[in-house]
């Protein structure tokens, strides 16, 4: 089915957009703790910062249409379900699309005058990475509700045996370890470091679910 080879195409550009804005921005420019540091690793890598931003609304833009193409695909298995499942993905994809203007307000306040003159630098820093904070922080908050919907994919992959089952466990333990993550960074952040190593689940199970979908498509038995 085509749908099913569009969402693997879609899937796989959120997957590679998602870790380029992560790893190889936002872990390369932003040091935690460090308001001068990340101003300046800004400041030498504007065009990098940039496509950080850029990477991400595209990220957003497949998510958006992928939601559309997984309730097409799975409203026949379950019409409720695959309407809540694009419900609660779509919820994220707004929440991110917003959240974005946090990322780019740490720009802002770096590199426009009418801020440069009026701020003294220490303050500039200070308030650019409190914003990158908050995206840090918004990025997660959008992140329970990509693992609700992520539960409920999970669910009719595995009701629908359109796929392999296994895939459908990898969705649903992905929601699990995207709502331990969110959960811990707000009420435990104390934490954080030390279940970063389970993030390897979710990476694995929708990347694997991504490939299959666009070589395989979908088995109708």
């Not at 879609?10 to 540091?37: H, K, P, W």
């Not at 990098?48 to 249409?65: C, P």
């Not at 695959?82 to 306040?109: S, V």
């Not at 960074?185 to 689940?201: G, H, K, N």
Request: hydrophobic share 55%; aromatic share 14%; proline share 2%.
């Amino acid at each position: 089915m085509c749908y099913a080879r569009i969402a693997g195409l879609l899937y796989l550009a959120i997957i590679m957009c998602g870790i380029f804005s992560e790893v190889f921005v936002r872990s390369r420019l932003i040091v935690t703790g460090d308001a001068t540091a990340t101003a300046s690793n800004i400041l030498a890598s504007t065009a990098l910062f940039r496509a950080g931003f850029a990477a991400d609304t595209i990220m957003l833009l497949s998510d958006v249409a992928i939601a559309v193409m997984f309730y097409v695909l799975f409203k026949p298995v379950g019409q409720t379900l695959a309407l809540a499942a694009a419900a609660f993905r779509l919820t994220q994809a707004a929440i991110l699309g917003f959240n974005l203007l946090n990322y780019y307000a740490a720009l802002l306040l770096l590199k426009d005058v009418s801020y440069v003159t009026t701020f003294e630098p220490a303050q500039l820093h200070a308030l650019a990475l409190l914003f990158l904070d908050i995206h840090g922080y918004g990025y997660d908050l959008g992140l329970i509700f990509f693992a609700v919907s992520s539960l409920i994919l999970g669910y009719l992959v595995v009701r629908s045996h359109y796929f392999p089952g296994i895939f459908g466990y990898g969705l649903a333990a992905a929601g699990l370890v995207y709502l331990a993550g969110s959960f811990t960074r707000f009420l435990y952040p104390e934490y954080m470091s030390s279940i970063e190593a389970i993030y390897i689940v979710p990476l694995v199970a929708e990347l694997s679910f991504s490939l299959w979908l666009l070589v395989k498509g979908v088995s109708v038995r």
